[in-house]
């Protein structure tokens, strides 16, 4: 599944609860409507302060209850832990080149994204 139209048109099973409580960092077209408009009333520079406080907040709590769930020892428990939990989303979002490893990083070259496109 690597074309646009392959991951993008992708069919998912969702239920109602799901669909009314999207996670805010998962920035769906209703989210960047409010951006917009925060930029609008703002400024740009503050309503992206604002909206990446917002977000950087909710990051930390997903992420510490990922790691009360799943305790991290290793790198590569995170890489794992990472990979699995976003697999679902992001392997239809985004369009990647292979990730590249090292010891102690992951990097990934996104050549297309949904988000981008709304």
């Not at 969702?14 to 951006?35: A, E, S, Y």
């Not at 990446?52 to 794992?80: H, L, Q, W, Y």
């Not at 939990?85 to 992951?106: F, G, K």
């Amino acid at each position: 599944m690597d074309s646009e139209s392959e991951k993008w048109d992708y069919r998912t099973e969702m239920t109602i609860k799901d669909l009314f409580n999207p996670p805010i960092i998962q920035l769906h077209r209703g989210v960047l409507t409010i951006v917009r408009e925060l930029e609008r009333v703002l400024g740009r520079e503050e309503a992206h302060r604002l909206v990446g406080d917002v977000i950087e907040r909710e990051r930390v709590k997903i992420s510490k209850e990922m790691a009360r769930r799943n305790p991290i020892k290793s790198f590569r428990d995170f890489v794992k832990l990472f990979e699995g939990e976003m697999s679902d989303v992001w392997s239809h979002v985004n369009i990647d080149e292979p990730a590249v490893y090292t010891e102690n990083t992951r990097s990934v070259r996104t050549v297309a994204c949904l988000w981008a496109e709304t």
